[in-house]
């Protein structure tokens, strides 16, 4: 090793120009890697997505759903079953085991849909699977106007589409309000009965006026001929006009139908800040830089789309490059500000000339962890950011180490080479086995399972990446650096007041080195354990976004009109206090949503609306005149950040202001919601299962009464809401003795009251589907007045033939693994309680209804918890052996390993202090920085220890420890100071890993303490070090 760094000194030219190509590689990483707001979360599930229209969700899981999942139970590498289903459609979520091999899974799901398709009706399309993929949404992009149609907004649209999918970068674009044109064919009953026609027959002779498929070829010599039809009619007046022949009869279609060559009826309607629209949602795929590609759509529409249609008004919202620009800058100024103070700390604590070194190892260090990322294939983002952040104040210590190591040695007199040689010689072994001991204990966070590992994994790549570019610059860039630089020099600080006061310590603590000892045995872990019970456990801290969302929920029987009409009461109500919420666009939807519990629901009784805020205003002079500065864009006003209130008090006001709208309209349910880390949908969710129904409806009923009685409780619902009245026609004696059958009853209804495709045929922009349905077909009226013809071709009222069974089940059935479960969910005011205290308030009605035999299921945060706890039992374990077998490296004996790591759980009582004194919970993100405290807080302690290590005598002892005080305590407060910003100005999405930092902060300030007190004096109780004669 030392040979390689004698040839990097010895060769400069080649020494600078490795450096030069370290930092162009690494800003070229650094404009390659993909910038996005949060890393893509890889998601080990698939999706199997169904349906049948026309059926009830009780039908349809009978029917199809229940097959499919006996067939898909036998499959190996599947944790877990989730079905939801509604009627018409389902969607079965299988969750896979860790390590499991996806495609395998995936080809084994597909053979048990295969093997179910006996089962299923003949005209049903066969349930698609395939691996969930998180989409990266980009952008969102409206599309409204006041002169044009909805089908020609529709078809701008889908040729907006096509063009911006061209893009590489672009994974995919969706169209909401999108829909395809279809030739709509209304059959009239009551002309069908007086010309004395077969009702089920019309309808089948409908479905073959067109083909579409080839018919042949003929091979001529020299002539080659397709063979194919007419493939239909090209306007509405040639279908009205077409004859048809039924039973003997011919009529024209016109006179017993109404065609229409039009756009169905959309299940969902939208409007942008009020106006409708057609919107297009643009994800981008993995290699995107989300910033360049939000610049170059905008660029795309301004220069061409505007111009090829002058009619459409075309606005960008839901912009993510937005915040990821924002949040980027911010992150970057935080980083630079930390810079700044490293810097200064170390030209006050140490000089001038050793910073400068130093401090330019940074960005060396930085370089070198980019092209890590990068060709590693991970991304930029607010987590990885973070991670460099974290990982700022602790990069310099090796550098701190070998630079003020060579220091001395110059100090002392020894010739330049010759002392940048020792100093790096005595440095190789601990500053690697230091670094190495960071590495340990981050290290383990590889090994977190689920969606957090996918959400969090940024963190240790970041840390790893980083600190292995500091050993490397320490070892290979800072000796040439300080030969050229470094020369004898005072400290810029007298050190020798402190080190005398220092000292004095240690004669008083060897005097009374037992007392010194037991204090802190006995009230370290005292105080720890009565901190941690008045502490608040949450897994994620709330932040400050700029999204609220109002989701609403009518009568199961509310039509989408009805619907949309208290949507726009609530947007005329959000309008007139546009300014007072800092708003800048909404966008709505009818028809869909996303629930309070987190789901995505559709169903004309529905509503969404997504309010985009404006930015909040700087919260601090860093913030508003720091920053900008260290950012580089010098916006001192940027007009985006206007917002005075925080979301959080947003929601809540305009939780207040539309709660009245609940009691008006009947809803079941109206809630305001903000942006939360996506991992848990509901903080609360607690599922019951069980055969006796009655019980289970009785123990919803108790918990959501039990949880709206909880201060702090907020948004309690379930997935028991009843669903639409479904009419179950049973054939009746006569019925049979006309010779009638179920299934010739279904058919003739089937094309007058389900809107399924009858045939294909052609139009100039592609294929359309031919439906059939009842002129009045969503008047009950209808049903009750049609005719069937029976085998001897007479007419009868279906009602005398069929007996009709009134039945309305649930809206939805929700399954897990096979067994049906019913839910309730709840959200949390985190500020006013925490997920695990609600929990221990309802335990007592839990076990009371696992008493009744209902099986009871805490999920939400709790399972996500319970996920963490063994990840960090396992990962702690792992962590404490590694750092344990670094550490035997230096010391050859067991008892000085276990002195230095006895440190760790005494250092967690600086972390608790941390979260109390800035009144923050703690959370998953302080127990990710309580494991990387432990490698960071054992890097004084190896310091403190390799000087003592063999000091038999006291004054050896004094001498010893006092040459540490130096570099221990500036390693601590230029680790300190390069988290200051995260602990103390955090902002936005940066608020997730604010506790990392203050866990790692105050535990390190507290962990300095302990290695330079704690530790001297439990060395000295080991080792039987006597006062010296001084001290007596």
Request: hydrophobic share 45%; aromatic share 10%; proline share 4%.
């Amino acid at each position: 090793m030392m040979r390689l760094i004698e040839y990097f000194i010895e060769n400069k030219r080649l020494n600078y120009m490795l450096l030069l190509f370290v930092l162009f590689m690494g800003y070229y990483a650094y404009e390659k890697i993909p910038k996005e707001l949060f890393p893509e979360i890889a998601l080990d599930k698939i999706m199997i997505t169904g349906g049948y229209a026309g059926t009830s969700a009780e039908t349809l899981d009978k029917m199809v759903v229940s097959d499919i999942e006996d067939d898909l139970g036998s499959i190996n590498g599947i944790d877990r079953i989730e079905t939801v289903i509604r009627p018409g459609t389902f969607t079965i979520v299988l969750s896979l085991t860790s390590g499991a091999d996806k495609i395998d899974a995936l080809n084994k799901a597909k053979d048990a849909i295969a093997r179910s398709r006996q089962y299923f009706p003949p005209d049903m399309i066969e349930p698609v699977a395939q691996l969930m993929v998180h989409n990266r949404p980009l952008i969102s992009l409206s599309l409204s106007s006041d002169k044009l149609s909805k089908g020609a907004l529709i078809e701008a649209a889908k040729e907006i589409k096509s063009q911006i999918a061209r893009n590489p970068y672009i994974s995919e674009v969706k169209i909401y309000g999108d829909a395809d044109k279809e030739v709509s064919v209304r059959l009239d009953t009551q002309a069908i009965k007086a010309y004395g026609l077969d009702p089920s027959l019309v309808a089948q002779t409908i479905g073959s006026l067109s083909y579409i498929y080839p018919v042949g070829d003929i091979e001529q010599s020299g002539n080659y001929i397709f063979l194919s039809t007419a493939q239909g009619k090209a306007s509405k007046e040639a279908w009205e006009s077409t004859l048809i022949r039924i039973g003997g009869k011919e009529v024209r279609l016109g006179d017993i139908a109404d065609v229409q060559i039009t756009y169905p009826q959309t299940k969902t309607l939208s409007t942008f800040n009020g106006r409708p629209n057609v919107t297009l949602v643009i994800s981008k795929g993995a290699e995107g830089n989300a910033i360049e590609l939000s610049e170059e759509l905008r660029r795309f529409v301004e220069t061409k789309l505007q111009k090829v249609y002058p009619d459409i008004y075309f606005n960008f919202y839901q912009d993510t490059s937005k915040p990821v620009e924002d949040r980027l800058n911010i992150v970057v100024s935080n980083l630079m500000f930390g810079l700044v103070l490293v810097f200064l700390s170390m030209a006050l604590l140490i000089n001038f000339r050793i910073a400068a070194i130093v401090t330019m190892g940074i960005p060396i260090s930085f370089a070198i962890g980019l092209i890590f990322i990068y060709y590693t294939g991970y991304s930029i983002n607010i987590i990885s950011l973070l991670g460099g952040l974290i990982v700022i104040g602790i990069v310099v210590d090796d550098a701190i180490v070998v630079a003020e190591n060579i220091q001395r040695y110059i100090n002392l007199g020894v010739p330049k080479k010759e002392a940048v040689l020792q100093g790096v010689r005595e440095m190789i072994l601990p500053v690697s086995l230091a670094t190495v001991t960071t590495i340990a204990a981050f290290l383990p966070l590889f090994m977190m399972t689920g969606e957090i590992k996918n959400f969090i994994i940024l963190i240790p790549i970041a840390v790893v990446m980083i600190l292995i570019g500091s050993l490397l610059e320490s070892f290979f860039f800072l000796p040439l650096h300080a030969l050229e630089f470094l020369k004898k020099q005072k400290n810029f600080i007298n050190w020798e007041p402190l080190q005398n006061a220092y000292e004095a310590l240690l004669h008083t603590m060897i005097r009374y080195k037992y007392i010194f000892l037991v204090t802190f045995l006995v009230l370290i872990p005292l105080f720890t354990v009565m901190i941690l019970k008045t502490m608040h456990f949450t897994f994620f801290p709330s932040f400050d976004g700029n999204y609220l969302y109002v989701t609403a929920k009518a009568p199961t029987d509310t039509r989408i009109e009805e619907t949309q009409k208290i949507a726009q009461e609530i947007e005329r109500y959000i309008m007139k206090h546009k300014s007072e919420y800092a708003l800048k666009a909404t966008s709505t939807v009818i028809g869909s949503r996303r629930s309070l519990a987190g789901e995505n629901e559709k169903g004309d009784n529905m509503l969404y609306i997504t309010l985009e805020l404006y930015d909040m205003k700087p919260q601090s002079f860093i913030n508003a005149y720091i920053n900008p500065i260290l950012n580089f864009s010098f916006d001192f006003h940027n007009p985006n950040f206007i917002r005075e209130e925080h979301t959080y008090d947003l929601a809540k006001k305009l939780r207040k202001a539309i709660a009245p709208l609940k009691a008006r309209y009947g809803l079941q349910e109206l809630g305001v919601k903000e942006d939360k880390p996506g991992l848990i949908k509901s903080d609360i969710q607690v599922n019951l299962s069980g055969r006796d129904t009655a019980k289970i409806m009785k123990a919803i009923a108790l918990l959501e009464q039990n949880l709206s009685s909880v201060d702090g409780v907020k948004d309690v619902s379930d997935n028991v809401q009843e669903g639409k009245m479904e009419y179950k026609l049973h054939i009746n004696d006569y019925g049979e003795h006309l010779g009638l059958t179920e299934a010739a009853i279904a058919r003739a209804l089937a094309g007058y009251f389900l809107d399924n495709r009858k045939a294909m045929t052609f139009s100039e922009t592609g294929v359309m589907e031919i439906k059939t349905r009842a002129l009045a077909k969503d008047d009950v009226q209808t049903l009750y007045r049609f005719e069937l013809s029976t085998p001897q071709n007479r007419q009868v009222r279906l009602m005398d033939v069929v007996t009709i069974t009134k039945k309305r089940d649930f809206e939805k059935i929700e399954k897990r693994d096979g067994k049906v479960v019913k839910t309730v969910f709840a959200n949390l005011d985190k500020k006013r309680i925490t997920a695990p205290e609600v929990l221990q308030k309802i335990q007592p009605l839990i076990r009371e209804i696992r008493k009744e035999g209902v099986t009871v299921d805490l999920l939400g945060e709790n399972e996500k918890n319970q996920q963490l706890k063994n990840d960090m039992k396992r990962a702690v374990v792992i962590a404490l052996f590694l750092i344990m077998i670094t550490l035997l490296f230096i010391f050859p004996k067991m008892r000085y390993v276990l002195m230095v790591m006895s440190v760790i759980p005494f250092s967690m009582l600086g972390a608790l202090l941390g979260h109390k004194l800035l009144g923050i919970n703690l959370s998953m993100p302080s127990v990710i920085g309580l494991l990387g405290l432990a490698g960071v807080v054992i890097n004084d302690g190896i310091i403190m220890l390799d000087f003592l290590h063999g000091t038999t005598e006291a004054e050896t002892f004094y001498e010893r420890a006092k040459l540490r005080l130096r570099p221990i305590l500036i390693t601590s407060i230029t680790t300190f100071l390069g988290l200051f910003t995260l602990i103390f100005y955090a902002t936005g999405q940066a608020v997730i890993l604010q506790p990392i930092a203050i866990s790692l902060g105050f535990g390190l300030l507290w962990g300095t303490v302990l290695n330079l007190v704690y530790l001297p004096a439990l060395y000295a109780v080991v080792n039987k070090i006597k006062p010296s004669r001084s001290d007596s």
